[in-house]
């Protein structure tokens, strides 16, 4: 799935399962994290009206995602914490290449595309693992969902720069993700 180099174990979801409340909550934030990044990239790229118009699309829906979760919180009377800092994100956000405006941009973008496919991979794990029949459902809308933005964000980062430098750099993020994921899968979080 979108090649990654290491798929989360199975067993990931019993952990999830465990504390739904805690994963249900770290989600939500993950959900407003993505709607803030789709808006931050809009801010560096108004030079692109048309890539500004699907970013403001994943915007809306990144933050109607965070008000799904936010609802079956609410409905299953749980508390909504607060805000979870995401290491395995942190983690990422380092790689990315600090030189040109055009590099960087383009990074974003591949950042961008990463978290996505890590989560909807995550979301497929919970669509298989779990036992509860409305989170099942829900995370299967999720995973075709965040699936479509990580094509976005690869295409976009196609189109602003050379496509075969853009593939390259691509594995580059693969291969890096690939190391960090190692130390993840072991707690009740979306990437943890």
């Excluded at 108004?46 to 979760?69: G, R, S, W, Y």
């Excluded at 602003?160 to 853009?166: I, N, Q, R, S, Y």
Aim: charged share 30%.
């Amino acid at each position: 799935m979108f090649k990654l180099r290491l798929l989360t174990d199975p067993r990931w979801a019993n952990i999830a399962e465990g504390n739904l409340e805690e994963i249900l909550t770290d989600h939500a934030w993950c959900e407003q994290k993505a709607t803030t990044n789709a808006i931050t990239i809009i801010t560096m790229i108004p030079e692109h009206p048309e890539i500004i118009t699907e970013l403001l699309f994943i915007a809306k829906e990144e933050l109607e995602h965070f008000q799904m979760v936010h609802e079956i919180i609410k409905k299953r009377g749980y508390t909504f914490g607060r805000e979870r800092k995401d290491d395995y994100v942190g983690q990422l956000f380092k790689f990315i290449v600090q030189g040109t405006r055009e590099n960087y941009i383009i990074d974003r973008m591949l950042f961008a595309a990463m978290i996505e496919a890590r989560s909807c991979e995550r979301f497929k794990v919970l669509t298989e693992n779990i036992k509860d029949e409305e989170l099942k459902v829900f995370y299967k809308e999720l995973m075709i969902s965040e699936a479509g933005h990580y094509a976005t964000f690869i295409k976009f980062a196609r189109q602003l720069g050379d496509p075969e430098k853009v593939n390259q750099r691509w594995e580059e993020w693969l291969d890096y993700e690939a190391e960090i994921i190692k130390s993840y899968g072991k707690k009740e979080s979306i990437h943890g």
